[in-house]
């Protein structure tokens, strides 16, 4: 199993760009979260979804747009981009029960200039 | 008071020390408890859930007080390995808060040769 991965690793942008985060998971996990985690900073969920067809805004979805057309894909869209969405970009999926433990891709890094 | 709050740290110990960390949360509905640890530019993987009872995984012991909304994690004969941000992990309450979960912001741990 690959768990949960996510393209790109890294990425640069320029301000007003656009383009999406892509997050894969293969262990049949119906919920899945985009977080965001700033320097110093705990992680602020973006959007999540608890099943194909099926999101919902986090605590901080300015700027940011998803979809999730099947149970295994979950892409981040980021529209018309800002310094202030320069971050590390987390995916996660959890099982369809308690306690919900999370599990992690390893991330994108964005910078905005 | 914040939703989960940690010593940021630095904890700097030899190897072989014994390391506790404490976290309270002030949502009194959260049921699922976690640490995660967290290396540099890593993403957060799943250390352990933490119990009622209090659960122990090999040199890990977690403990949960409800009356006091405070958790703690103790690490026994600390090794470099170890060396990570600590981060602790509750859930929203019921229902859709269920599944979502708020991030401490962590406490650092560099355990020294």
């Known amino acids: 199993n690959a768990g949960v991965t996510q393209t790109p690793k890294f990425r640069i942008l320029k301000i007003g760009q656009s383009m999406t985060l892509q997050c894969t998971q293969d262990?049949?996990?119906?919920?899945m979260y985009w977080y965001r985690q700033d320097p110093g900073m705990g992680l602020k969920l973006i959007y999540y979804?608890?099943?194909?067809?099926?999101?919902d805004k986090g605590e901080v979805p300015n700027g940011y747009n998803v979809s999730r057309s099947t149970t295994e894909d979950f892409p981040l869209r980021l529209e018309l981009a800002a310094p202030s969405q320069t971050s590390v970009y987390f995916c996660?999926?959890?099982?369809?029960?308690?306690?919900?433990?999370?599990?992690f891709g390893p991330g994108t890094r964005l910078t905005v200039t | 008071r914040k939703e989960v709050e940690q010593d940021p740290g630095p904890f700097n110990v030899p190897e072989g020390a014994t390391v506790a960390f404490n976290c309270t949360y002030s949502?009194?509905?959260?049921?699922?408890f976690f640490w995660y640890r967290q290396d540099c530019r890593k993403e957060p993987k799943l250390l352990m859930s933490?119990?009622?009872s209090g659960n122990e995984d090999g040199r890990f012991t977690a403990q949960l007080n409800r009356a006091s909304q405070y958790i703690s994690l103790l690490i026994r004969d600390s090794k470099l390995s170890d060396s990570a941000t600590y981060l602790c992990v509750v859930n929203r309450g019921t229902g859709a808060g269920s599944y979502q979960l708020t991030f401490g912001k962590g406490t650092k741990l560099s355990v020294i040769p």
């Open positions: 949502n009194s509905a959260s049921q699922s």
């Open positions: 996660a999926s959890s099982p369809q029960g308690p306690p919900y433990e999370q599990y």
């Open positions: 933490v119990y009622s």
């Open positions: 262990m049949n996990h119906n919920y």
């Open positions: 979804s608890v099943g194909a067809g099926i999101t």
